[in-house]
């Protein structure tokens, strides 16, 4: 009795708390989750949707942006950027606009801003909305890449600066056409992060002191890209995976030096996926129908091309595709959702069920695995239940939690990855971030 009234008058935030520790609730501490794979290992979560929609717990107001959230010990990160221009536009011509990029610490269990960091930032990239990249969290720090390549260590607790960088000034360069857009990646004490300019297309820097340990001696052309560091572990050694504008590459994580690399041309530069790695094949693909289809060696660090520039597969340009066993499922640049073997590239199926027809194509949702299903956010606002097998596309349930706040190809989108921890669903537009109960009932 003594145990009950003690527990009925705890806090939400502590009962939040306790009954994700004691039921094995998982964090989503970086972009696509804590082993940076977009599967959700939780259970006790909704079997299928309650009859009205999802709950929405709570809702803190943010600026614009693209970053998706980070939620890690009780407190979730997220990114915007204030101005008054007029930052809908496509801006292909590259004007400037004034603004302040934020970092914002709050309070998972009600959205409570606990702190905030700022910085004025001129953007002169396409869709100026505000950041890319979904901060990263570990051991007291979070880690944050705005649009303009300002890169941030902070405390946790405080947000006070521990270190930072302006990547464009220090690498001398510029930033991409669509912003810095590749989420940073830590590998033991140092974090992994493109930088762009002569030698310099990736660096490794320490994570305590954001000192530079090494930097990529890769040749290639000038630009960054927008593909996300990616380690593999294949023939006989950890590989560091790099999708360069003009190439595929692999180098040592550890010192930077080059293993190998495979010519791929890039339109536009337009290199965004992480290369997707299937036993032996490692499959690469971006915009304009470019896609490159590669077979390792299992027993030295090598690879060779197997086929290339396949029509009607998956070439995605927004999404991150998602692989199960040899299938591989993912948003075209066309717009639809298509299933892909593995490695011979056949299509098995696609469809524009999760979306619905709009115009101009690049439909986007998001893909997330919870045990035999699968998750799915799109563009419209919309949290989807849904079975992905190579027969096709199921849809189990559909639930509109938040309003399109910007404007692509002539549309209403959102374009932002949620994040999936403690069983609740974190997601933002360009106008707030809400929490939404994914918790079974009880």
Known sequence: MALQTTIRALSLGMILSLSTSLAGADDWPQWMGPQRDNVWREDGLLEK?????????????????YSGP?????KVYITDYVTGDNVKVDNFDRREFS?????HCLEESTGKVLWTHEY?????????????????????????LGAEGHLFCLSTDSGKVVWSHDLKAEYGTTAPLWGYAAHPLLDGDNLLTLAGGEGTHIVALNRLTGKEVWRSTASGAQGQGYCPPTIINHGGVRQLIMYKPDAVVSLDPATGKQYWSLPYEASNGSIIMSPVLSGNYLYAAGYSNKSLMMELDP????ARELWRDKSNIICPVNVQPFLDKDVLYGFDQKGVLRALTIPEGKRLWETSDAIGKRPAGSETAFIVRQGNRY????ELGELLLAELTPEGYRELGRSKVIEPSNFAFGREVVWSMPAFANRHVYVRNDNQIICVDFAAAK
């Open 120 to 144: 004025p930032v001129k953007y002169s990239i396409s869709y100026p909305a505000g950041p890319r990249c979904t901060p990263v969290v570990h051991d007291g720090l979070v880690y944050a």
């Open 49 to 65: 949707f309650p009859e009205g929609g999802l709950k929405v717990l709570w809702s803190t107001s943010v600026a614009g942006g």
């Open 70 to 74: 980070a939620v890690a010990g009780g």
């Open 375 to 378: 998750v799915l956010f799109n």
């Open 299 to 302: 027993a030295r660090p090598a």
């Open 99 to 103: 603004g302040t990029e934020r970092i």
